[in-house]
């Protein structure tokens, strides 16, 4: 039998360190939660196996696994490296497609690292076919599969490294990986319909840029120069096209200077903290996008939140992990605080309560998953309804800027053409 160091709530929200023998990481977890204990964290007392740091090998359900008593194994998890330069981004579906490769490899028996060799044969993706490259070839010096995959920090997200770390301490791997690629594979599908849900409105408006840019650049000038050699007297709102087209076609350096120059200020600003806390706090206080990003964030951070709690992540680690997944600094440092309120002894509910960011409904599921002992089930309730949220506010704004953004264009257009066949009807009566 394992000892184990732990911390956790019961369902009056009281906090309780103790310690428990079990055979497994997973093990104490489930015996906790039947107990109806919320596991803050978990931590070893004594080693597993008292091998060396470099060499120890362990076996799961799945296959065989490297493993390393170090940091990566202890009761909180270590992130990946800030930075890889050999790393590459890789694409949601196709990451999609090779976690539930994995899964379906490691559940039928598999070893990993056969199961990795033989989707790395079979990749078409470049990228992804070299970084799973060079995760076989550190699993064959001995490396533990989370240390591999943690050395890709652009591949592979903190939730994915933090899970695998967690299945490799329970023994789990191939329902984590089930969990990883169901995740992923939502998430993806999500990703999809928002930009299925977009791909009408940008369409229309950039055809109707470009039919601008057309006028702009080869039809005004055209006009321009037949009515200076007719020198007729010009209606006001062709005047103003024309200066206005003018002025646009003597400073396109300019303007492209100002534009780059704009942009690289927006960058740079925006890696300063408190820039970058204002333009977070303004997205999501804006009128109907605001709303939304703020479902789609709470959404993934629901879903991740409940797969790493069913796979055996204490609580306190999960939201260490998940804060930074939204991308949104008010929503990180408001996880941030959460966490703190929790560790010092508050409930989950009214640790996140307390920040003031979070909606009503997150927090009343919240109080009743605790009290119910059954968290991971109700955030993914949670989950499911904001994304339903989130894409019904999609199909709504898109049916409403649809006509919008043919008015204004439509609009546009219509200017540029009454400034060119206007002079026309009155330039006979005009002419010196």
């Not at 390393?68 to 196709?94: F, M, V, W, Y």
């Not at 408006?205 to 005004?220: G, K, N, P, Q, S």
């Not at 200020?265 to 977070?280: G, H, K, T």
Request: net charge positive; glycine share 6%; aromatic share 6%.
């Amino acid at each position: 039998m394992n000892k184990f160091n732990y911390t956790a709530k019961n369902t009056a929200g009281d906090l309780i360190r103790d310690m428990i023998e079990a055979e497994s990481r997973q093990s104490a977890l489930t015996t906790l939660r039947q107990k109806g204990l919320t596991v803050v964290s978990l931590t070893d007392v004594e080693p597993v196996l008292p091998v060396s740091a470099e060499t120890a090998k362990s076996k799961d359900g799945g296959g065989q696994l490297f493993r390393r008593r170090s940091k990566e194994q202890s009761g909180d998890l270590q992130l990946a490296p800030k930075k890889n330069p050999g790393s590459k981004k890789i694409h949601l579906t196709d990451m999609a497609v090779f976690c539930r490769q994995l899964a379906i490899s490691v559940n039928s028996g598999l070893p990993l690292r056969e199961a990795l060799e033989g989707i790395h044969e079979d990749m078409d993706q470049p990228a992804l076919k070299a970084v799973l490259a060079n995760i076989i070839k550190k699993l064959y010096d001995g490396i533990p599969f989370s240390s591999a995959v943690a050395a890709h920090p652009k591949v592979f997200s903190p939730v994915f490294i933090g899970m695998v770390q967690a299945a490799e301490q329970s023994g789990t791997l191939g329902e984590t990986l089930n969990r990883l690629a169901g995740y992923i594979e939502s998430s993806d599908k999500l990703r999809r319909k928002i930009k299925s849900l977009m791909a009408y409105p940008i369409f229309v408006a950039a055809f109707f840029i470009i039919i601008c840019l057309v006028m702009v650049v080869a039809i005004i000038p055209r006009f321009q120069d037949i009515f200076n050699d007719l020198h007729a007297k010009l209606p006001a709102l062709t005047r103003g096209v024309f200066g206005l087209n003018n002025f646009i076609l003597q400073n396109v350096p300019l303007i492209l200077a100002f534009a780059v120059l704009l942009t690289v200020v927006f960058i740079f600003c925006r890696r300063i903290p408190s820039v970058r806390l204002w333009l977070d706090r303004t997205k999501l206080k804006m009128p109907i996008t605001g709303v939304c990003l703020k479902r789609y964030i709470l959404a993934r951070i629901c879903r991740c939140t409940a797969i790493m709690l069913k796979s055996g992540v204490p609580i306190s680690t999960t939201l260490r992990i998940v804060s930074a997944i939204g991308d949104n600094l008010i929503i990180e440092q408001a996880i941030v605080q959460g966490q703190a309120q929790i560790i010092s002894g508050s409930n989950i509910a009214d640790g996140f309560k307390k920040t003031g960011i979070f909606p009503s409904l997150l927090i009343r599921m919240l109080r009743v998953g605790e009290s119910a002992g059954r968290l991971p089930d109700v955030l993914d309730r949670v989950a499911d309804a904001y994304e339903d949220q989130v894409e019904a506010s999609i199909v709504t704004a898109t049916a409403l800027l649809e006509p919008v953004i043919i008015s204004v264009f439509g609009l546009m257009v219509l200017v540029l053409v009454l400034s060119i066949y206007l002079p026309v009807f009155t330039v006979s009566t005009h002419i010196r």
